[in-house]
């Protein structure tokens, strides 16, 4: 029983149908055998329809007003659905009845319906009539709002109607005319607009000095931010040409009669819009395209924009060369005056972002014209049209950069000083480059019979021109002022600034990225090189460089070539500018300015480095060839070089002598060198070394005069020569660790790295060789004073008669030595003022050393000298040593040794060697031989030769011992530390 409740159950749950669940309770009930259960059931049953009786009268209490809603709604639903189907019922009895009405007079009816039908035919050519009569006034209302769209659609529509339904109203022919005329030259006011658009709306904003500094709005920006008024007023440059009776036109967008109509209406319910149909100028130009297709006229419109593209070019040319001009004039700058390349600059820079923005303008013109041929039926090339392309633009925008860079870099000038007799074979840049250089008729120089540009009238026609200008410009709320008087004339051309052909070096960066900016454009797949790039390269390779080498030639030249280089010295001015305190060579200051001229070039034109470097290494080849050649003409007489030359040219002895301390003393910075100074010792070895070199190479020979430099200017140029070799060599240094790195545009520089190393390599070597020829210039200074010296010494101690007697013959100095005197004073005047100070002591330190190894040496070479001999001696040593300390401003006690030398004469021999034990070893065994042998020859009885050469052994002995007893006690103080 169990299991048929739950399964009666479960039917209960899953079937939800009244009759399913009371047909399962009575197939139940019959199941049942059991009348207990039967009655158990019976019971579930009414228990649960008594609590379903209950819940439905609850909720019949709860929703009463929502069931009693439901009830009324389904009546009114029911009442409506009924009168509908008798009002249908009455509508198709009365249709039957009509329609038995109507057949019966069928004749009548037809008759009305097409009385109807052609009264409506005249009511609507009326209509046609009345609103094409309005036209014209809607064309110049249009065409006033420059609706140019709305005003072709309008016109055209008119003409055909007029051609067409109303051909046959003879009271329209006139109207026929009019219209027809205006649709035959509307399409010139269009290409007008068009045009100002493309150069002048395009760039209008460009180049003004605001403070947002407001880049260039190419052709489709809707900006509405406050701009700058152009500086020339838009509409005053290019007036739409006045079209019959000068009214301008424009119709709505209406492609038939109707329509035509409907908008004649809508005109006279309402204005115009009032938004500014140029505020989007890529739409406007679509705008007008779209209505020259309409026209039919998109070849004649190609064709004037082909045919007006460079002559507009050219104008944005002399407009921005204006606007360059007044911007200058606000600042006060005189182009007449002053020549300023910078404002090339600016003018470039402006036409470069002007042509762009015409260039964005052309493509958008492009894209609308594209999309006009493809909506043609059949294509745009079977109807003819041919459209110009991007490059075609491109060209002639290079076209015009080309003629106007031809005018500022002066190319015919820039061609006729390095290739006068030339023909220009470069053909590439179009027929006007070409005609440009072709050979002209010699013209005869137009002379003018009056002239009137001081009359009153040409006077007062001009005011009112330059008053009429700055009427404009305050108009646009732009500059004051009159740049027209300040532009440079030339020719027909007004220019910025001077033409010339250092201009390039200004610009070349600037234009070198606008070319690399066409070429972009230009796609990988056009392998031709741009028109511009060409003339470019030809000018800098086949004009600019060869100018260049051509003035750097003149100017080296005209200092080179003179009677004696080497005595030309800059300006005390120059040497200021210079920041130099010693004089230089006119020819170096010059060669140094060229050199950096070069530089500063290689640093404008960085891609043709390579091109500078080589020239800078060629005319430094041959200026190091005038400066040997020149050097070479003071040091060389008679194809042979004096003394001081030769051994300056001999590498052992050079670098010898610059081994020694005293050239690293030089070399070095001062508070080094002084402190080195005051070591006495290591200042004595070095004097004393190089005394030993100079006496061991020229040896005891008389010196001619043709193998010294005896003339003072001589040696002053060598040291003008020596202090601007050194300033070069050092200019060339900072010059060269400067250096710009290579170009890698391999268009226009087709040198590789390995040939830049190798002229950098030259270079360094040319920089090393002036130091060397510096080097050498002070060797041969500071060798020639001690030349000197050995020319006047040697024969002194030769040919000299110092065995003489006091009163008898003269005591005055030596001539000889008042000549060395003078020569040195006169040195030392010219080397003071030549040189450094540090090399003035160069030359003159240790003079008085070897003036002493000299003398001293010379002992040897006396026959005999008395006391009155070594008193004139002494004297000679004296005025020699005054005449060093007031050079060198020391004591010089090299000269004092050489005095108490021959003072030491004052002995007999015997007295000598007794000296020597007393006093110690003060000279060199050849020294005391020397000494004692003269004593020998000068004293009377001093022995036989065997007592003479017994005191020569017992000189030796001695300087033994005493060399022994000061190395002992050398050697006990090294212990005893």
Not at 227 to 238: E, G, K, T
Not at 355 to 370: D, E, G, R, W
Not at 833 to 845: R, T
């Amino acid at each position: 029983m169990a299991a048929d409740t739950g399964r009666y159950r479960n039917a209960v749950n899953k079937n939800k149908d009244p009759s399913g669940l009371l047909i399962s309770v009575i197939r139940t009930l019959s199941s049942s055998d059991d009348v207990q259960d039967r009655e158990t059931e019976k019971g579930r049953l009414e228990e649960a329809f008594e609590t379903c009786d209950r819940d439905l009268d609850e909720l019949i209490v709860q929703h009463y007003a929502e069931l009693t809603t439901a009830i009324r709604t389904y009546q009114s639903i029911t009442e409506r659905i009924t009168s509908s189907r008798n009002k249908i019922k009455q509508v198709k009895e009365n249709l039957l009845s009509c329609k038995m009405l109507l057949h019966c007079k069928r004749d009548e009816l037809r008759k009305l319906w097409i009385e109807g039908i052609e009264h409506k035919h005249v009511l609507q050519l009326l209509d046609e009539i009345e609103s094409i009569k309005q036209v014209p006034q809607r064309l110049e209302a249009y065409m006033a709002s420059k609706h140019y769209l709305h005003a072709t659609d309008m016109l055209v529509t008119a003409v055909e109607s007029l051609e067409g339904p109303l051909l046959q109203v003879e009271g329209l022919g006139d109207l026929r005319l009019e219209l027809h005329s205006k649709k035959l030259n509307i399409h010139l006011v269009l290409i007008d607009e068009l045009h100002r658009h493309l150069y002048i709306k395009s760039t209008s904003r460009l180049g003004h000095k605001n403070k947002d500094k407001n880049a260039a709005r190419l052709p489709g920006s809707t900006t509405k931010d406050a701009s700058p008024m152009p500086v020339l007023d838009v509409s005053s440059l290019s007036t739409p040409r006045k079209l019959l009776d000068s009214s301008q036109f424009s119709t709505p967008g209406s492609s038939s009669v109707r329509e035509l109509q409907q908008d004649v209406r809508e005109l006279n319910q309402s204005d115009l819009p009032e938004v500014d149909p140029e505020e989007n100028s890529a739409e406007f130009m679509g705008i007008l395209i779209k209505a020259l297709a309409k026209l039919k006229k998109i070849p004649e419109t190609i064709k004037a924009i082909m045919e007006r593209l460079e002559p507009e070019l050219k104008q944005i040319v002399k407009r921005s060369t204006t606007q360059i001009a007044d911007h200058a004039y606000q600042r006060g700058e005189n182009l007449a005056q002053e020549s300023q390349p910078r404002l090339l600059l600016e003018l470039l820079e402006l036409l470069f972002d002007k042509f762009k923005a015409v260039a964005q303008a052309h493509s958008v013109v492009l894209a609308h014209l594209q999309k006009i041929a493809v909506q043609c039926p059949g294509g745009a090339h079977e109807e003819g049209i041919k459209l110009y392309e991007q490059a075609d633009v491109s060209a002639k925008i290079q076209t015009v950069l080309q003629v106007l860079l031809m005018e500022y870099l002066d190319v015919k000038n820039s061609r006729s000083a390095t290739e006068p007799s030339a023909q220009l074979s470069y053909a590439s840049t179009g027929s006007e480059f070409a005609a440009f250089f072709a050979k002209k008729k010699p013209q005869r120089a137009k002379q003018s019979l009056f002239k009137f540009e001081s009359s009153s009238h040409a006077i007062s026609m001009s005011a009112y021109l330059r008053e009429q200008r700055r009427e404009l410009y305050s108009k646009s709320g732009e500059l004051q002022g009159g740049a027209d008087d300040n532009l440079i004339e030339g020719g027909e051309m007004k220019f910025v600034c001077k033409p010339g052909a250092r201009n390039i070096t200004v610009i070349f960066q600037p234009l070198l990225r606008f070319i690399q900016e066409i070429e972009m454009n230009m796609g990988p797949g056009q392998a031709k090189q741009c028109q511009l790039r060409a003339f470019l390269t030809y000018y800098i390779n086949d004009l600019f460089l060869n100018q260049v080498r051509t003035e750097i030639n003149k100017e080296i030249e005209a200092v080179s070539k003179a009677a004696d280089p080497l005595k030309i010295l800059a300006s005390a001015d120059t040497m200021k500018v210079l920041g130099v305190q010693r004089p230089l060579l006119q020819s170096t200051v010059v060669v140094e300015k060229s050199i950096q001229d070069l530089m500063s070039l290689m640093q404008d034109l960085s891609a043709y480095s390579n091109q500078f470097l080589e020239m800078v290494c060629d005319k430094l080849k041959e200026y190091k060839e005038i400066c040997n050649t020149a050097y070479r003409g003071i040091v060389q007489c008679e194809e042979k070089l004096t003394i001081s030359a030769s051994w300056s040219k001999d590498e052992d002895i050079s670098r010898l002598l610059q081994s020694l301390p005293n050239w690293a003393n030089m070399a070095q910075p001062r508070q080094t060198r002084q402190k080195r100074e005051d070591e006495e010792d290591f200042t004595r070895a070095a004097f004393a070394k190089e005394s030993e070199v100079l006496t061991g190479n020229l040896g005891d020979k008389l010196i001619p005069q043709n193998e010294i430099l005896r003339d003072v200017s001589d040696l002053k140029a060598l040291a003008n020569l020596h202090e601007s070799m050194e300033w070069l060599a050092c200019r060339l240094k900072t010059f060269f660790a400067n250096l710009p790195h290579a170009s890698t545009d391999s268009q226009v520089v087709g040198e590789s790295e390995r040939s830049r190393e190798q002229i950098l390599q030259t270079l360094s070597d040319l920089s090393r060789g002036f130091q060397d020829i510096a080097d050498r210039c002070l060797l041969v200074l500071h060798l020639e004073v001690r030349v000197h010296c050995f020319h006047y010494l040697i024969p002194l101690t030769k040919q000299g008669n110092y065995a003489i007697v006091a009163n008898v013959e003269s005591m005055d100095y030596d001539p000889l030595v008042v000549k060395l005197n003078k020569d040195i004073s006169a040195i030392e005047e010219a080397m003071g003022a030549a040189l450094q100070q540090h090399k003035f002591q160069y030359i003159f330190e240790g003079l008085g050393h070897l003036i002493s190894c000299i003398l001293i040496n010379g002992a040897q070479y006396f026959k005999r000298i008395s006391e009155s001999g070594i008193k004139k001696m002494c004297r000679n040593i004296f005025v020699l040593q005054q005449n060093l300390t007031n050079i060198t401003m020391s004591r010089e006690a090299d000269l004092d040794f050489a005095r108490q030398y021959y003072e030491m004469l004052y002995n007999t021999a015997d007295e000598l060697l007794n000296l020597v034990v007393d006093q110690g070893v003060r000279y060199t065994e050849l020294e005391y031989i020397n000494a004692l042998s003269l004593l020998h020859r000068s004293q009377t009885g001093v022995g036989d030769l065997s007592t003479q050469n017994i005191r020569l052994q017992r000189l030796k002995e001695i300087i033994c011992e005493q060399a022994a007893i000061k190395q002992a006690t050398k050697d006990k103080k090294i212990t005893t530390v």
